[in-house]
C-alpha cells in the first residue's frame, strides 16, 4: 500500500524520517541513485537502485527474466498524482495534503465493491434476497 506524505522539504533528513515511520527495517527500498539514499543500507533495510544517469531503468538482479529492481511503481504514481491534480488548475500548498488525502484513498481502494458502497451508506448485508 502507498503511504503518500506532503513534505515542507526534500532532503535526506526528511526522507530518512519518512522512511523510518512507515516501513519495517526488513523491507527492500528500490529507488535512483540520489545521493540521499545513501544511509538506507545502515538503516537495516535492503536497497536496490537502478542508475538512470546510465540510461538504466529496471534491472533483472536474480536471473529469473523478471526486471524486478525499478521505482517505475512510484513514478507511476506520482503521474496518477498529477492527471488528478490537473482539472483542478492550481493547488493552494495549505490544502495540497487533503488532496493528495482524497488521492490516496482513491489509489488505495483499487476497485468499488458491493461490499464497499453497503459500507460507505451504512447498510447491512442482508441474504435475503425474495419477493
Given amino acids: 500500500m502507498a503511504q503518500l506524505w506532503v513534505a515542507e ?3 535526506s533528513a526528511t526522507l530518512r524520517d519518512f522512511v523510518g515511520r512507515t516501513t ?19 538503516s537495516g533495510r535492503e536497497h536496490a537502485t537502478v542508475c538512470h544517469t546510465a540510461r538504466e531503468w529496471a534491472r533483472d538482479d536474480d536471473g529469473d527474466g523478471l ?14 498524482l498529477r492527471n488528478f491534480l490537473r482539472p483542478f488548475r492550481g493547488v493552494s500548498k495549505w490544502y ?3 488532496y493528495v488525502g482524497i ?20 447498510l447491512h448485508l442482508t441474504t435475503d434476497l425474495g419477493p
Avoid at 67 to 80: P, Q, S
Avoid at 103 to 115: L, R
Wanted: aromatic share 16%.
Fill in 96 to 98: 495540497l495534503d487533503e
Fill in 103 to 122: 488521492f490516496q484513498w482513491i489509489h488505495t481502494i483499487k476497485g468499488v465493491t458491493a461490499d464497499f458502497i453497503r459500507a460507505l451508506f451504512g
Fill in 24 to 42: 519495517r527495517r526488513d523491507v527492500r527500498l528500490y529507488s535512483d541513485e540520489w545521493g540521499g539514499y545513501a544511509w538506507v543500507a545502515s
Fill in 67 to 80: 526486471r524486478e529492481v525499478h521505482n517505475n511503481t512510484l513514478e507511476g504514481l506520482w503521474t496518477g
Fill in 9 to 11: 522539504r526534500i532532503d
